[in-house]
T-cell receptor
Framework: DGGITQSPKYLFRKEGQNVTLSCEQNLNHDAMYWYRQDPGQGLRLIYYSQIVNDFQKGDIAEGYSVSREKKESFPLTVTSAQKNPTAFYLC????????????FGPGTRLLVL | ELKVEQNPLFLSMQEGKNYTIYCNYSTTSDRLYWYRQDPGKSLESLFVLLSNGAVKQEGRLMASLDTKARLSTLHITAAVHDLSATYFCAVGDYGGSQGNLIFGKGTKLSVKP
């Protein structure tokens, strides 16, 4: 089955710790995205990548980092600099940038201990 | 800066009734999306509207786009309980990141018997 997978489903972070959220797609899509969703809010863009080895900051990139070493993978690291990381994180992909539709993964819920 | 506003944010309906969700956006865009999100789940693409006057229908949901008024509507006909979810509109952002979607805050729909 083609799709987007995210892991883990739930992630707990201790203060001062960096954690990495995984996002993998087997849709052969060029573009991948990370969004953050807070309760009762819409989604906000953290980072996006149009092509391998390239990525751009979104609207709320501070405290986050990404890499895009392979077409199918776009991991997100939540660093200790992100002071309020508790949120639902959604990864998405599209066949090309500005394609008609972005497809979303199942999400990772990050909680702070 | 592109802003997207949805209203209402909360909607409680009785089964069998009709209602409309509104999505206004502040600057020109060439595409508008409607997504559905069930509690704790990811986003499911419902409609993509690409031109003025576009209308798309799927079951009891119909979406339309008026680019001159910068308004999209999601009309619900004869609501059923299964339609209970949060509905997001999102607008493609020309002026910001390539391929960025700006999301509304969502409309939480509850359909009661």
């Amino acid at each position: 089955d083609g799709g987007i997978t995210q892991s883990p489903k739930y992630l707990f972070r201790k203060e001062g710790q960096n954690v990495t959220l995984s996002c993998e797609q087997n849709l052969n899509h060029d573009a991948m995205y990370w969004y953050r969703q807070d309760p009762g809010q819409g989604l906000r863009l953290i980072y996006y990548s149009q092509i391998v080895n390239d990525f751009q900051k979104g609207d709320i990139a501070e405290g986050y980092s990404v890499s895009r070493e392979k077409k199918e993978s776009f991991p997100l690291t939540v660093t200790s600099a992100q002071k309020n990381p508790t949120a639902f994180y959604l990864c998405a992909s599209s066949i090309v940038p500005r394609a008609e539709t972005q497809y979303f993964g199942p999400g990772t819920r990050l909680l702070v201990l | 800066e592109l802003k997207v506003e949805q209203n209402p944010l909360f909607l409680s309906m009785q089964e069998g009734k009709n209602y409309t969700i509104y999505c206004n956006y502040s600057t020109t865009s060439d595409r508008l999306y409607w997504y559905r999100q069930d509690p704790g789940k990811s986003l499911e693409s419902l409609f993509v509207l690409l031109s003025n006057g576009a209308v798309k229908q799927e079951g009891r949901l119909m979406a339309s786009l008026d680019t001159k008024a910068r308004l999209s509507t999601l009309h619900i006909t004869a609501a059923v309980h299964d339609l209970s979810a949060t509905y997001f509109c999102a607008v493609g952002d020309y002026g910001g990141s390539q391929g960025n979607l700006i999301f509304g805050k969502g409309t939480k729909l509850s359909v009661k018997p």
